[in-house]
């Protein structure tokens, strides 16, 4: 393609282009990467506003090739810049949420401190704002028959997308990679709350006909009731009831098959970090013991390819930060692969129609 005429792919990547050192503008990219810099209820360890731009560091040290998909970049990757009003929005209310975690766990009464009472009522605004905004912001990609992938942040973000999607898309289902459910009804009374983004999706998008969700072992007795009750749209293959399988006998090709046949034609996919192994992404805000590596992730995305399934759109949230710079690192690879998955998917389904 002529935007990459004098890019040399096996040169180090220039860090004054776009991530990965493409030399691209988003008029001429298939798929548009939209960081996210909102992490405002995160319950546990904060950083993930700042991934995005660590990713974008990270990337300049990612080689481009990939034997499953040689071409496939050309068809152009591009990041916006991080919208710098999300993430002062977001430093605010984060440090609003900590004071109101930190009174809440006390056991004091909420309705006899107006303060507190306040913050929430901002909080809660403040997701309203969120959700508003990616949800604009995705569908005006959409609508220009850009390919979106969102990075987060937290796990909170991603609803205003699938917003999108369905207005795009209509039904289509979720492919939910976590270590966690989501399915908490307005966590800590909080009602766009990372641990609620999937309940929020269930309750509020009617275009999502299955959500699949795989690897989770962190959940709590209301998620568990909420997805027993909702078995016509939500499946869930926990980390456990994987792992006994396969102690079994029985190989991660099958039952990435038993995956698979439980998701529509269209499917979003939905990665939090957290569904890999800790050793991956030892920084993410509630790693939990168990999980993926992410080649197996790789394979149940390519098998989901190959059997004829439409892959719109993924999330890559909670990235956490170190010094060390070892999650951005796996981050950047994980994005790149995935990347390549879409462009690569959508590809064959434009050649086909």
């Known amino acids: 393609m002529s935007k990459f005429t004098d890019f040399d792919p096996n040169a180090a990547s220039n860090p004054t282009n776009n991530i990965y050192g493409f030399p691209i503008t988003e008029d001429e990219a298939r798929v548009i990467i939209l960081p996210v810099p909102w992490e405002v209820t995160v319950s546990n360890t904060a950083g993930t506003s700042r991934a995005a731009e660590h990713i974008f560091k990270a990337s300049m040290h990612v080689d481009i090739f990939d034997a499953d998909f040689p071409e496939v970049w050309k068809q152009g990757f591009y990041m916006r810049p991080t919208d710098k009003k999300i993430l002062m929005k977001s430093d605010y209310l984060r440090k609003e949420a900590e004071l109101y975690i930190d009174f809440i766990s006390r056991g004091e009464e909420l309705s006899k401190n107006a303060f507190m009472c306040k913050s929430l009522k901002d909080i809660n605004e403040g997701g309203v704002y969120m959700n508003n905004w990616v ?52 966590y800590e009374n909080f009602v766009y709350s990372h641990a609620s983004v999937m309940y929020n999706a269930i309750e509020e998008i009617p275009q999502i006909s299955r959500l699949v969700q795989v690897g989770v072992r962190d959940y709590s007795e209301e998620e568990w009731n909420y997805l027993n009750s909702r078995q016509d749209r939500i499946i869930t293959f926990f980390d456990r009831h994987i792992k006994e399988k396969e102690y079994e006998g029985l190989t991660w090709a099958t039952i990435t098959m038993d995956i698979i046949n439980q998701l529509p034609e269209k499917v979003f996919l939905s990665f939090d970090v957290d569904g890999l192994d800790p050793r991956h992404c030892r920084n993410t805000g509630t790693p939990v013991p168990g999980g993926f590596d992410p080649d197996q992730i790789y394979y149940l995305v390519k098998k989901m390819n190959e059997s004829g399934k439409q892959l719109i759109g993924f999330d890559l949230v909670e990235t956490g930060i170190s010094e060390s710079g070892s999650d951005s690192n796996v981050a950047a690879r994980l994005l790149l692969k995935l990347c390549n998955y879409l462009a690569s998917a959508n590809n064959l389904v434009s050649a086909n129609n």
Not at 146 to 162: E, M, Q, R, T
Not at 173 to 182: E, K, Q, W
Request: neutral net charge; charged residues 25%; proline residues 0%.
């Open 135 to 186: 949800y604009e912001q995705t569908k005006g990609l959409l609508n220009r028959d850009k390919l979106v992938a969102l990075l987060g942040g937290d796990h909170s973000i991603s609803l205003g997308y699938l917003k999108a999607i369905g207005e795009k898309f209509g039904d289509f289902g979720i492919l939910h990679i976590d270590a966690h459910c989501d399915l908490r009804k307005g």
